[in-house]
Structures are given as structure tokens and as C-alpha cells.
């Protein structure tokens, strides 16, 4: 089993940017696909960035593509998201999950999830 806690959230201004952190406790990290996704208001929750367990596969949301960059320190347990060229629409709670599943990020049904993280972007 695998708890997740996200960080880095906050208020920013359009264009500006942030960078998003996810940090496991227990052990076997490296044995997890991670996942970042989100959940704007009064929209249902959506898949933005996954990577694979060694880190060596990525895969994003169109919205996000070229934007935002999702990479993983299996040594520190944590998972992040440097999201830049922030917009107004990218506002929403943010959530990091986890799952041993060996299938492309954005097709897993996760099975571990963090509490979230709040980012508001500002026009």
C-alpha cells in the first residue's frame, strides 16, 4: 500500500508557473505508475500527465502538452509536475495517484490517490 501527499499548490498569476509535488510513503515506489489530475469546478475529474514506473515513458493531456512536464526521483519517493504557461482554465484541485499496473498512465484505473492540492490561476 502506498499514501500520497500533494504540494505545491497555490495562487499564480496567467502565464506564471508552479511545480506540483507528490510524495509517497511506504516502500516500492519505483514498483508504481504515477498519475497528476485534475478536477476544475463544476467539472468532472480528468487525467493531465502520467509516467511510467522508471520514468522512461510519459504521456500527457492535449491541454497540457508542452506545458507541463511530469517527472519522478524514485530515490525521494516523490512524483512532481512543473507546470508552466499557466492559464485562467487550468484552475482546480490537483491530484497525484498510484497504481503497480504496467498499462500507459492514462489508461490505468488508479487505486491510490492523494488528498489534492488547490491551484488557482488568476487572468
Known amino acids: 500500500q502506498v499514501q500520497l501527499v500533494e504540494s505545491g499548490g497555490g495562487l499564480v498569476q496567467a502565464g506564471g508557473s508552479l511545480r506540483l509535488s507528490c510524495a509517497a510513503s511506504?516502500?516500492?515506489?519505483?514498483?508504481?505508475?504515477m498519475g497528476w489530475f485534475r478536477q476544475g469546478p463544476g467539472k468532472e475529474r480528468e487525467f493531465v500527465a502520467g509516467i511510467s514506473r522508471s520514468g522512461a515513458y510519459t504521456d500527457y493531456a492535449d491541454s497540457v502538452q508542452g506545458r507541463f512536464t511530469i517527472s519522478r526521483d524514485n530515490a525521494k519517493n516523490t512524483v512532481y509536475l512543473q507546470m508552466n504557461s499557466l492559464k485562467p482554465e487550468d484552475t482546480a484541485v490537483y491530484y497525484c495517484a498510484a497504481d503497480p499496473s504496467f498499462r500507459q498512465p492514462r489508461q490505468i484505473e488508479y487505486d491510490y490517490w492523494g488528498q489534492g492540492t488547490q491551484v488557482t490561476v488568476s487572468s
Open positions: 511506504g516502500r516500492s515506489f519505483s514498483r508504481y505508475a
